[in-house]
């Protein structure tokens, strides 16, 4: 029998915890967005779990009025994988980080990715090694000087929603933790897709990486470095909102146009379509300065959530072989008695 909706507040996923992060850290915006939105989705607090890997990111569970497990270094997908299927009423939630999910733990991430286990999958990327002191991450720029890589990071970055792509994920977003009303619509899309959702957030560094994302978050300049993307509608950017993404058909890549200039009008920019897997490859690769940076849902287009066939094959399997018997698979085929 499921419990009765609750009346919740934001005030309700508050817990009693001090928060501890740096100050300025982008990770408090993160929690506000994501202790706003709880309340809206219906879901008995009872069934809502948070779990993480190591990291600043991972204190997540600690200030969350809600059941939660703080793991180990890039586990929190195996884990959370665990608890969603031995109870599939749950409502897992995974906070990892640039480091936690994409280094250590990169190897669980494709693979609840390519199985579509039903999690809301949120990757906080600030392009660095926080908790550890600022060495380079996965997805540290060229050039990055840390203290594991003093004269430049020489690693080509990943970039995470090209990587969650490749994975064959079925839900991938991005928005930026400081936008806290865009952040709060990617978290409602995330929950209400049913399977694996991939959400990748900026989040500013203050100490080891402070102002990575300042091209896209400056009120000045954000707008000309970002561009926001929404289902059926044509992707048009700029603080005038006069840009565009057009595809060139001979090259079938994408190119920055004007409107108005060299006969350029609204009929020629792209309209955004989620389900659409190619446009989807393209946006995932774009970065600025060549290019806007697209915020929004990237990809959506779901098929059946890994829980609910793993559910369906164990019900066909018990109508074919009947109940399980554990003594007799103990004692079948070649057996030893020792004296």
Not at 142 to 155: A, E, F, N, Q, Y
Request: net charge negative; proline share 6%; charged share 25%.
């Amino acid at each position: 029998m499921n419990a009765p909706v609750q009346n919740l507040t934001p005030k309700d996923f508050e817990s009693d915890q001090e928060v501890r992060w740096c100050p300025g850290c982008g990770d408090y915006a993160i929690l506000k967005a994501v202790q706003k939105t709880m309340p809206e989705l219906g879901v008995p607090k009872e069934n809502i779990v948070f779990i993480s890997g190591i990291g600043c990111s991972s204190r997540f569970p600690y200030y969350m009025s809600t059941y939660g497990f703080h793991t180990i270094h890039g586990r929190a997908t195996a884990i959370a994988t665990g608890a969603k299927l031995a109870n599939p009423e749950l409502d897992v939630w995974v906070v990892t980080g640039d480091g936690d999910g994409l280094s250590i733990g990169g190897n669980h991430m494709i693979h609840v990715l390519r199985r579509n286990v039903d999690l809301q999958i949120l990757l906080f990327n600030n392009e660095i090694y926080g908790l550890t002191k600022g060495q380079y991450s996965p997805t540290s720029k060229i050039g990055t000087r840390s203290p594991s890589t003093p004269d430049g990071s020489l690693d080509r970055p990943i970039r995470p929603c090209e990587f969650a792509l490749g994975c064959g994920a079925r839900f991938i977003a991005r928005s930026i933790d400081t936008e806290i009303k865009h952040l709060s619509e990617m978290l409602i899309r995330a929950h209400d897709h049913k399977g694996a959702s991939f959400v990748e957030i900026y989040q500013n560094c203050p100490v080891y990486n402070d102002g990575i994302f300042d091209y896209i978050k400056d009120r000045k300049t954000g707008a000309d470095n970002q561009v926001m993307l929404r289902h059926g509608e044509p992707m048009i950017f700029g603080k005038d909102s006069d840009k565009g993404l057009r595809l060139n058909t001979k090259s079938l890549k994408l190119e920055v146009v004007t409107l108005g200039q060299d006969g350029v009008t609204e009929a020629d920019i792209l309209v955004h379509d989620e389900k659409n897997k190619v446009m989807a490859q393209m946006l995932a690769d774009l970065h600025a300065p060549e290019f806007p940076e697209p915020v929004g849902v990237i990809y959506c287009d779901p098929i059946e959530d890994y829980d609910h066939e793993v559910y369906d094959q164990r019900i066909a399997v018990r109508e074919k072989k009947g109940p399980a018997d554990l003594d007799a698979l103990l004692r079948s085929g070649q057996t030893w008695t020792v004296s």
